[in-house]
DNA sequence: CTCGGCATAGAAAGCGCTTACTATCAGCGT
DNA sequence: ACGCTGATAGTAAGCGCTTTCTATGCCGAG
């Protein structure tokens, strides 16, 4: 149906070479044939097939990026920045969603190195079971040995396999936002975690551990959810009766949860609880009071890793490049004056 | 580098036509002679080359996704129901961000096309000009015909094209709100509207004018921002002087950029000025007050448009499929009592 | 026994493109 | 004049897979 490469040439008059070159601009084609060439293209509304390009090629103009969560602003703005890039080296960005599921990232990581992609991009936290890690490595070292490049944008690279990283500091982040609630004069400070087993949510409670642990203060007043706002509400409903005056989540969309639930059992934030949050979501300063929180750069973190999937930007030196972690001080956390 | 077909016959001693059929899976090949392929495959991590898959078999894995912003939970809760349906058929799902821009729209359609994709399905509102809608047109037609399907998923089809819409009651929807807000009470209503000559805003902003039309009120206070939060910050600065009692924002974003505004100016909502939004994004529960919005159901949408773009689903009868919208009454839009 | 028919397996012809490698033909120096 | 060089164009060999068509056994029926 589609119109070929040889209906173009036979059109205009010329081989299928030709064609080609003129296609791919790599070789000389005389002024008076390019013209020709181009003329018949337009006349056929030839479109290139993709694949059989990339079949002869050996190359594709595809990039894959995968993600847990696309409709969770965490990802969607890493996935946007990635895309960005690609968009701008002339490659498509296909982004994946996991939905948190393991098998599920195994599945579209084979997926995209079926379809002979020329990068990938792994963002966010990852699980952390030995199986699963030694399951990644290995799909990482046969893309790798196919050429295709493999870059980690938040998470950081399984064992026996280097690859580049595009590194954010959520321990230190996490740190300096226990830090900023200590030095609120808070003493008694509960923590919801994200899932267990997540390297974000790891480095997270490390991080804030280790500043109450300067503090000589009790770390045992933690729980989990799963980074959604919803395990934040039950969390705070679970946390309600606890004696602390402070409650720092994994991440925003938990701390909302935290608030929504404070707010509908007529606790006050932060006159009666202090809460804080972790990314820096845009709707962080919509929310009454607004957000004391840590903002991480996930836009350029994950444009960087876009340019090095795409080809565009080599890595050399140290294979890990950290991100810094900003403080953002807002309304809900407040100054414990008894 | 990878193994290839040919390999993998080689090493299991039978055919290249043999192993193929094991992967397929649709012609007869007896037990013993697929166990030896079977291993043979393990043996050598053998990965199927899409793009040879694709150009023998002229059919592609692949469905592509149109968004205007996957940042944006509107577009990212379409795309992800979208994916959601394309993986369960087994499809990997392309999502492309045109960032608003038609060209990009038209660059990632062609670039769909190019890659021979299934299915694309086109979400969000579209740009009204007519020569954008041709563009658009030439290439849905060129896609039909070559048979990929193409889907609408919330917005109109453009002239001439006969392609599946999965259409949400924009015009329904906003006139509902609307006339909630007029039944409580308020008499001068500022609509700040999305951005002029997209089919979203022009229908949204259709259902607004007509329930003020039922009740013969002052059509005249409209502004237009762009759905971004930051334009709903400043139609809100722009509208603080004008003498009305109610904000209604076309969409939750501007909603809360009206709200975040109308704060920072000390003029409480609701009490001094109702704001209502439109879209019901998970974040429109959190904004103090909550915020009164109509709820489209987005996710139902694009899977049912996922499903037609993989051909789960068949079209049958008439093309456009009306989802409808639901208004949510919370706290955002108070009666008036003078 | 021999033959039609069935279940399997292989041979080989592409799918639409890229890219060596080869051919052609000016214009050039000697 | 003659071979050379350089600029263009064509030829054809795949890229890795699917699939049609063609074997090859093997069965039971006649």
Known sequence: MAATLA??????????????????GNYPVSAVTRERVHRALGELDYVVNGPARALAAATSEVIGVIVNDVSDPFFSIQASGTQWEAASADLLAVICNTAGSPSDELKYISMLLRQRVRGVVLTGGTREEPEHLRAIAKLISQALSAGTAVVMCGRPAPPDVDVPCV??????????LTRHVITMGHKRIAYVAGPAGNSTTTARLKGHLSA?????????????GDFSRASGFDAAMELIGADVTAIVAGNDLMALGVIAALRQRG????????VAGFDDLPSAVDVVPALTTVRLPLDQGARRAGRIASGVEAVTGPTTLWMPAELMVRDSVARLTE
Chains 1, 2 share one sequence.
Not at 212 to 224: A, C, F, Q, R, Y
Not at 267 to 274: A, F, G, K, L, M
């Open 167 to 176: 590194a954010f500091d959520n321990e230190g982040g996490a740190r300096a």
């Open 7 to 24: 209906d173009v040439a036979a059109r205009a008059g010329v081989s299928t070479a030709t064609v080609s070159r003129v296609l791919n």
């Open 267 to 274: 606790v006050q934030v932060p006159r009666d609880i202090s």
């Open 212 to 224: 109450l642990d300067e503090h000589g203060l009790d770390k045992s007043v933690v729980v989990h």
